[in-house]
């Protein structure tokens, strides 16, 4: 060992050991294992985080009256379309994008307890949609954008819902489509075909 560290830290004028070199390479390895023990406990850190990011956006998402309407769009008991709101005279002074509820599928699902609903509801406003469910989607896509969630747990979390309720379900389809709301879902477009290629590339 002495031999070594005569060889690596011998003092160029003298043949003594320069301590001066020894130390700054002690001095170096131990900044090296501590910046390693600090990069690791950092990535616990983000991770913790991450899943705790992850429970609360769950638990502002999955809300008794976002699971009535997502039951609602997944058993064609949902239709889009559009309000007109009239003024005194019955001429068309504006309109209200909204989704229809289909009364006979909302008795059937109620009848078997399934779902339980105001009795006043006739449907959902594109504001309320909003809130419930597509705001939701579009924060998906602005966070995984941001680094505060990986596209492995945004699609992992998300990616069933976003197949079921943007890619297949026509309601939600014309409701994006539908021009009052163009350009106003962009990053739930830009995570919608993050998830599509993800897929693909999990398939092959």
Known sequence: MNDLLFMLFKSPN?????RTALYTAIL???TGVLAIVA????SSIKKTSRADF????NDSFFTPET???ITLLMNAGIEF???QIKGENGEPIDRLPFFKIKSNVR?????AGLIRIELWRKGYTAFEVDDLLLGHFDDVGRFERKGLIDIETAYHTFGYYFHELVENNQAVKKMLEHEDNKGA???LEYINKKFKAHALENES
Do not use: G
Not at 14 to 18: A, G
Not at 39 to 42: E, G, H, N
Not at 107 to 111: F, I, K, N, V, W
């Open 14 to 18: 003298s043949c003594d050991i320069d």
């Open 28 to 30: 170096a390895v131990l």
């Open 54 to 57: 992850i429970k609360k956006f």
């Open 67 to 69: 699971r009535n309407l």
């Open 185 to 187: 879902y962009s990053d």
């Open 81 to 83: 379309d559009v309000f």
């Open 39 to 42: 990069y690791s406990q950092l």
């Open 107 to 111: 008795e059937q699902l109620e009848d």
